[in-house]
């Protein structure tokens, strides 16, 4: 863990002991820190954590990935998150007329969708971005979820382990589920989402970047709540 995280994390778990709000803590930091204060969201998960009895400043150790995602154990874990209703976002990048898309979406509808056109490679750096655009809609679409935690579920693809990446999840305040290597069919998106995404688009032409992405929204919105809540719960059957 670097230094500035150690002070920025002493400082929060300081005022936090003096009675201190979250929202109050992270006005004071970025007297301090500027542009290098934590996000908001990360401010209110660490209060949390003290306020839970956690004493120490470092992150919780991860443990290795299993090389396979089927287990017993990996099996228990989603089907535990999931009875505790905690929401799950899950995620996937896809491509058609040379867009990529990255999309959240939890058992409600889909949360974020960004588009990236024709010769857009996605970096560490980019993901990271696209996880503080989300963190900004979730505070606005489901401001509750943040009393239990929010579960970040992707595959691994090198810009979503990256260590920018990676650092965002952390300071940004998510939950990240590990995704078993060699398991591509762990992914909600994979076995739920775009299947039927894929059939609406079958024999549909699209001349124009605006079109398909316009079509692209309009299903995610016209998909009933059951749709996004049966894919999640489908995960531990994977």
Do not use: C
Request: no cysteine.
């Amino acid at each position: 863990m670097s230094a500035h995280k150690f002070e920025w994390r002493s400082v929060i778990k300081y005022l936090w002991g003096l009675g201190r709000a979250g929202p109050d803590i992270h006005r004071d930091l970025k007297k301090s820190y500027g542009k290098q204060t934590p996000h908001l969201f990360s401010v209110k998960r660490w209060v949390q954590r003290f306020s839970g009895g956690e004493t120490s400043l470092r992150d919780k150790q991860k443990s290795r990935r299993p090389k396979t995602g089927v287990s017993d154990r990996n099996i228990a874990k989603v089907r535990a998150v999931i009875e505790r209703d905690r929401r799950q976002t899950a995620i996937k990048k896809v491509s058609a007329k040379k867009v990529m898309a990255v999309v959240f979406w939890d058992r409600v509808s889909v949360l974020l969708v960004a588009f990236y056109r024709k010769g857009t490679t996605m970096t560490g750096a980019e993901y990271a971005k696209v996880l503080k655009k989300l963190a900004d809609v979730l505070q606005g679409k489901r401001p509750e979820m943040w009393d239990d935690g929010v579960y970040v579920f992707h595959d691994n693809a090198p810009s979503h382990t990256s260590r920018l990446s990676e650092s965002a999840i952390n300071e940004l305040g998510f939950i990240q589920l590990s995704h078993p290597a060699y398991s591509l069919d762990l992914v909600p998106s994979d076995y739920h989402l775009f299947p039927h995404r894929k059939k609406f688009l079958r024999k549909r032409a699209f001349t124009s970047y605006t079109q398909l992405e316009k079509s692209t929204n309009q299903w995610f919105s016209l998909q009933p709540p059951e749709f996004y809540n049966q894919g999640i719960s489908d995960l531990p059957k994977q």
